[in-house]
């Protein structure tokens, strides 16, 4: 695995890895815990601008900037999800060793799971996978995937997912740019297929040895109550469901209670949906 994931190391460690700006961020090698927050299809991070006060000291919060978006735009894309997290996992192996949490949300909950996965193949486990927006990676989808529409179709099926996907038609240019990004983004997602891993030989769920908390809008049209909690298939250690109010987009509403839930890592299998 060691190997697999140095061949994907494209880039320099940190140009994927972007420190939180706030001032009050303790410096990298003062912090007790890393987090990890990978973003949605179509986002990068500045979708992760507003959260920083959120987080308590002491963290040492890293986002994830895929290419292909807003400062690195002309980079290559990420090919799969596969090769995102094994270049992930090679950028934070780079890094002095501490407790790490990854939070990812709808396409970023797919890429934090396979780059837990990776980090556990290489003995650097973390402490706590949390995911929101996103069914649990075994299960098959339940919709017709929205890559495969054209323009007008795809915008549509982003406003059902929220409001706020009007603001993509300031411009022609800039809706044309920003369904293109989107659209790439969601293919790899929607293409993704999960395999289980080398650990057991009879295939199936490989559960991981990190608790993992699953998060759910109670009006997210694509991912429902049962597909969020069968995250819990993939954890031998403890298991929280936890629900929101909102849309697919419901946790830029619920940023305080999402963040304090990073560092607060179920120890058993907690009843979901509290």
């Known amino acids: 695995m060691m190997s697999t994931i140095s061949h994907h190391i494209e880039e320099p460690p940190g140009l994927w890895l972007r420190p939180m700006p706030d001032t009050h961020r303790v410096n990298r090698g003062r912090a007790h815990t890393r987090v990890v927050m990978v973003p949605h299809a179509g986002a990068g991070v500045s979708t992760f601008t507003r959260w920083g006060a959120c987080f308590p000291a002491g963290l040492e919060v890293l986002r994830v900037q895929l290419p292909g978006r807003e400062d690195v735009r002309h980079a290559a894309r990420a090919t799969s999800v596969f090769a995102a997290a094994t270049t992930l996992a090679g950028q934070l192996l780079a890094l002095p060793e501490i407790p790490t949490v990854v939070y990812g949300h709808s396409m970023g909950a797919v890429i934090a799971f396979e780059l837990t996965r990776c980090l556990f193949a290489a003995g650097r486990s973390p402490i706590h996978l949390c995911v929101s927006g996103r069914r649990a990676p075994h299960l098959p989808a339940s919709r017709p995937p929205l890559h ?14 929220s409001d706020t996907w009007h603001l993509l038609a300031r411009t022609p240019e800039f809706l044309s740019d920003a369904l293109d990004l989107v659209r790439y983004d969601l293919a790899m997602v929607e293409q993704y297929r999960y395999v289980a891993g080398p650990i057991l030989e009879d295939g199936g769920v490989v559960p991981l040895p990190v608790p993992i908390t699953a998060c759910h809008g109670n009006r997210d049209p694509l991912v429902d109550a049962d597909e969020a909690w069968s995250w819990s298939a993939h954890t031998a250690s403890g298991f929280a469901g936890h629900t929101f109010a909102g849309d697919h987009f419901f ?17 058993t299998a907690e009843p979901a949906g509290t």
């Open 148 to 161: 495969e529409r054209d323009d007008e179709e795809l915008l549509a099926g982003l406003a059902e997912l």
């Open 251 to 267: 946790p830029q509403q619920h940023r305080d209670r999402l963040t304090a839930l990073f560092v607060s890592p179920p120890s």
